[in-house]
C-alpha cells in the first residue's frame, strides 16, 4: 500500500507555515465576498417570512396626516335660502366642489351666491341644472391667498318655492361633492349633512 505521505513533497516547516498562511487568507476573502453578497442583496418590503412577505406597517403619522376631516352641512338661513357650511376640523383646505340635488317640482329661481369662508376666493363653477335639479359649484383659495381652516359659509343657495306649495323639501350632497387641501392626492372630506327644510310658497 502506498501512503499518500509518500507521495507529496517533503517540505520544511517554513514552506508548511507560508501554505497554512495562505489558506487561512483565502478562506477570510471567500467569507468577506458571502458577507458582501448578503448585505448588497436587494430585500423586499416588509419582513420575510416562511409564509410569504408581511408588510411594512404604514407609520400612523402618515395615516392622520391624510385623514380626513372637513364636515359639510346645510343651514337654513330664511324661508327662501340655505346656507352651505364647512368645518374644516384641524386641516387647512384650499378647495371645495359642491354638488347638491333638489326637487324641481318644488323650488324654482334657484340660484348660489359665494360665502364668505375664503378670503377674496375664486369662484370656479356655479351652475344649476333646472331640469335634473342639480347645483353644482365650486370655490377656491385667490392664486395669492393662502389655505385655510375653521368653520365658514361656502355659499348661500337662494330659491322660490313654486305656488300653492305647502310641505317640506330636501338638499342632499351628491358624490362629486369633495374638499380639497395642498399636498394631499385625495379629497379630505370626512362626513356630509343633508337638510330638509318645512316650506309655504309667497
Known sequence: MISIRNTLPNLDLKQKRM???????LVVIILAFM????????QSPGLNTLYGNIPT??????????????????????DTSIAVLLDTGN?????AQIELSYDTQVL?????????FFDNSLTLINTVDPKTGTIFF???????????TGKGILGIINFTV?????????????????????????????DTKDITIPITSQ
Open 57 to 78: 406597517p404604514i407609520p400612523a403619522t402618515s395615516q392622520s396626516k391624510n385623514a380626513p376631516t372637513s364636515v359639510l352641512s346645510l343651514k337654513k338661513q330664511s
Open 162 to 190: 313654486l305656488p300653492g306649495i305647502t310641505n317640506q323639501t330636501s338638499f342632499s350632497f351628491l358624490p362629486r361633492t369633495k374638499i380639497t387641501s395642498e399636498g394631499i392626492d385625495v379629497s379630505v372630506l370626512k
Open 35 to 42: 458577507i458582501a453578497s448578503l448585505l448588497t442583496r436587494p
Open 138 to 148: 365650486a370655490s377656491a383659495v385667490s392664486p395669492y391667498g393662502k389655505q385655510k
Open 91 to 95: 386641516k387647512v383646505v384650499s378647495a
Open 19 to 25: 501554505l497554512f498562511l495562505i489558506g487561512s487568507v
Open 108 to 116: 324654482t329661481n334657484v340660484t348660489v351666491t359665494p360665502g364668505t
